[in-house]
């Protein structure tokens, strides 16, 4: 499903250049549960972007399903994004001035999905992440673990085969950090494909297998 090989990003300015990966090698089959794990400025977040087709390398040659995604221009990449891969973070991401059912509603406008399977598949979600009782409240209005539920519902609304999630625990405490990975655990049995970057090896337990990041290389891959 996703093969990188000998993946390189390099940012570089006028006086320096700066090595976030460096000959990255890797493989996820479809529906696994990978974790990321590595010290902060290892490059864990530059590889899930170029995962997510946020961003392209340097160099290397990044296939997915079958089709080498490396030297895309934005646009492309928006085009395979859609319905393929679902992004968690964080922060959220929310839109403060959206409602519960209008944030979770947005990937499925930008799909031009009729309204009717619209309404009835935010509905479904909403049901499923147990927040439906919160569909008129704002961001604001809730807690974290109901502002990253807002969040896992949106982003698996569109059923996307793979699932990012960036240190999707990393604002909530303990709690609602294991009802997060429990939900995410479910996608799994489901059948997404998951690739979580985390600091906690908590929730790296979680995974099949854990990657291990240090100065930008894969230093460590263990099956769990």
Same mark, same amino acid.
């Given at each position: 499903?996703?093969?990188?090989?000998?993946?390189?990003?390099?940012?570089?300015?006028?006086?320096?250049?700066?090595?976030?990966?460096?000959?990255?090698?890797?493989?996820?089959?479809?529906?696994?549960?990978?974790?990321?794990?590595?010290?902060?400025?290892?490059?864990?977040?530059?590889?899930?972007?170029?995962?997510?087709?946020?961003?392209?390398?340097?160099?290397?040659?990044?296939?997915?399903?079958?089709?080498?995604?490396?030297?895309?221009?934005?646009? +492309?990449?928006? +085009?395979?994004?859609?319905?393929?891969?679902?992004?968690?973070?964080?922060?959220?991401?929310?839109?403060?001035?959206?409602?519960?059912?209008?944030?979770?509603?947005?990937?499925?406008?930008?799909?031009?999905?009729?309204?009717?399977?619209?309404?009835?598949?935010?509905?479904?979600?909403?049901?499923?992440?147990?927040?439906?009782?919160?569909?008129?409240?704002?961001?604001?209005?809730?807690?974290?673990?109901?502002?990253?539920?807002?969040?896992?519902?949106?982003?698996?609304?569109?059923?996307?085969?793979?699932?990012?999630?960036?240190?999707?625990?990393?604002?909530?405490?303990?709690?609602?950090?294991?009802?997060?990975?429990?939900?995410?655990?479910?996608?799994?049995?489901?059948?997404?494909?998951?690739?979580?970057?985390?600091?906690?090896?908590?929730?790296?337990?979680?995974?099949?297998?854990?990657?291990?990041?240090?100065?930008?290389?894969?230093?460590?891959?263990?099956?769990?």
């Amino acid at each position: 499903m996703i093969k990188l090989e000998n993946i390189k990003k390099v940012f570089s300015t006028e006086e320096v250049e700066t090595w976030a990966l460096r000959e990255v090698n890797l493989e996820v089959q479809e529906g696994e549960f990978v974790a990321i794990m590595g010290p902060s400025g290892c490059g864990k977040s530059t590889l899930l972007n170029i995962l997510g087709l946020l961003d392209n390398p340097t160099e290397g040659v990044y296939t997915l399903n079958g089709k080498d995604v490396s030297t895309l221009m934005e646009n +492309e990449r928006t +085009e395979i994004r859609k319905g393929v891969i679902g992004f968690v973070f964080q922060s959220f991401n929310l839109i403060d001035e959206l409602n519960v059912y209008e944030n979770i509603e947005l990937p499925l406008l930008y799909m031009e999905t009729p309204v009717k399977e619209r309404k009835e598949r935010v509905e479904a979600v909403m049901d499923r992440m147990a927040i439906s009782h919160r569909r008129n409240h704002f961001p604001s209005q809730l807690s974290g673990g109901q502002q990253q539920r807002v969040a896992i519902a949106r982003a698996v609304l569109p059923n996307p085969k793979i699932i990012l999630a960036d240190e999707p625990t990393g604002n909530l405490d303990s709690k609602n950090g294991k009802e997060v990975m429990n939900l995410l655990s479910e996608l799994h049995k489901d059948g997404a494909t998951i690739i979580m970057v985390t600091h906690s090896q908590h929730d790296a337990n979680y995974a099949e297998r854990i990657i291990n990041l240090y100065d930008g290389q894969v230093v460590e891959k263990t099956e769990l």
